[in-house]
């Protein structure tokens, strides 16, 4: 009890600083989850740029610079390059059987972002550089 008594001005110190690491740790997880959710949002807009329908047999959609912008905009998210890239294989080959601006200008958009997506960002190079060296090497 007398070790107790001379440590208990110390307890409200440890008490908050409990505390104030785990704000610390609540915020960094929601900031986490609201990051995440916009970056979802954002690229179902941009899938929604992209898209077009057919109304009355008339084929209505975003004119062609709206479309591109939002292709290159694909580089971007990075969490959904996997999703991007077959998308944009299968835009492309629908794409390549219209004529005018989808493809002098569209066709290259897309070549370009999947050049891009397939190469990835500095991170995903390293990361597959890295497991490539682990993954080949004989003395593991």
């Known amino acids: 009890m007398e070790t107790l008594l001379k440590y208990i001005a110390i307890l409200p110190l440890i008490g908050a600083a409990f505390a104030f690491f785990w704000g610390v740790i609540q915020f960094l997880v929601n900031r986490e989850m609201a990051q995440d959710e916009a970056q979802f949002n954002r690229f179902q807009e941009i899938i929604r740029k992209i898209q077009y329908e057919i109304q009355d047999g008339k084929h209505t ?3 062609i610079e709206i479309q591109i912008a939002a292709i290159y905009e694909l580089r971007f998210l990075e969490k959904y390059h996997p999703a991007a890239e077959i998308y944009l294989k299968q835009k492309k080959t629908e794409w390549q059987m219209l004529s005018g ?8 958009i897309i070549d370009s972002t999947l050049s891009y997506i397939v190469k990835g960002t500095w991170k995903t190079r390293l990361k597959r ?4 060296f682990y993954k080949d090497s004989s003395f593991i």
Do not use: I
């Open 129 to 132: 550089s890295f497991l490539s």
């Open 61 to 63: 959609s975003p004119y």
């Open 101 to 108: 601006k989808y493809q002098s200008l569209g066709v290259p």
